[in-house]
């Protein structure tokens, strides 16, 4: 079974411009999650995905980030303008969900580095 | 607000002996536990997890500990290996009718085993 999908596995820009990551979850993974995770500190959730409407954008910083999973499988996260503080690791994780109910074991992609100068 | 919380960023045990990682959470509506193992340049990857209802969870030389009443759970490695070196993560989700599968990370314990 493939695991999750992500790239750029690298990506060094200068603040004010824009950036787009890609993520395709495992086959099947009706629920797709985007986290952030600045150095030393865990994951935070940014927004989570259930085919392809939102669950909770709660923690998405609407005025430069967006997201969008618009046939239910891959999904796209794009940031614009870029920010020093947007330096971080950009996680895609996904899971899988049964008679409605989502499962907490989430599989993670091997993120996108990202390095805002 | 820091809803899970692990506060020792490091942790150095010798091959062979016990690793014990721990994690403390402030909110009761919690009811389910995971920790993930992060290796660099990798994603998480899942390690063990365990339920409210229960106190214990094993799986092979991993065992976490739940103590509902102190908020507090706790990861054993036993015996732990030099591949067991890497960044632990706990995390919590909540419950009921409520639950979207939100995973709360604490911000880790990194973990080094000596040969």
């Known amino acids: 079974e493939a695991g999750v999908a992500q790239s750029p596995r690298y990506k060094i820009i200068e603040k004010r411009q824009s950036v787009a990551f890609w993520c395709n979850p495992i086959?099947?993974?009706?629920?797709l999650y985007w986290y952030q995770q600045i150095l030393g500190q865990g994951p935070k959730l940014l927004i989570q995905?259930?085919?392809?409407?939102?669950?909770?954008d709660s923690q998405l910083p609407k005025d430069r980030f967006s997201a969008e999973r618009l046939k239910g499988v891959d999904s796209t996260l794009k940031i614009q303008p870029a920010k020093l503080e947007d330096s971080a690791v950009y996680l895609c994780?996904?899971?899988?969900?049964?008679?409605?109910?989502?499962?907490?074991?989430?599989?993670f992609g091997p993120g996108t580095r990202l390095t805002v100068t | 607000d820091q809803q899970v919380k692990q506060n020792s960023p490091s942790l150095s045990v010798q091959e062979g002996r016990i690793s014990i990682l721990n994690c403390d959470y402030t909110?009761?509506?919690?009811?389910?536990f995971l920790w993930y193992k992060k290796y660099p340049a990798e994603g998480p990857t899942f390690l063990i997890s365990?339920?409210?209802?229960?106190d214990k969870n094993e799986d092979g030389r991993f065992t976490v500990f739940l103590n509902k009443s102190a908020k507090h759970l706790s990861l054993h490695i036993v015996p732990s290996q030099p591949g067991d070196s890497a960044v632990y993560f706990c995390a919590a989700s909540g419950s009921g009718s409520s639950n979207t599968g939100k995973l709360i990370f604490g911000q880790g314990t990194t973990l080094q085993v000596k040969p």
């Open positions: 086959s099947g993974h009706a629920t």
């Open positions: 995905f259930q085919n392809n409407g939102v669950v909770d």
């Open positions: 994780a996904s899971s899988s969900t049964a008679s409605g109910f989502f499962h907490y074991e989430q599989y």
């Open positions: 909110n009761s509506m919690f009811d389910y």
């Open positions: 365990i339920s409210s209802i229960k």
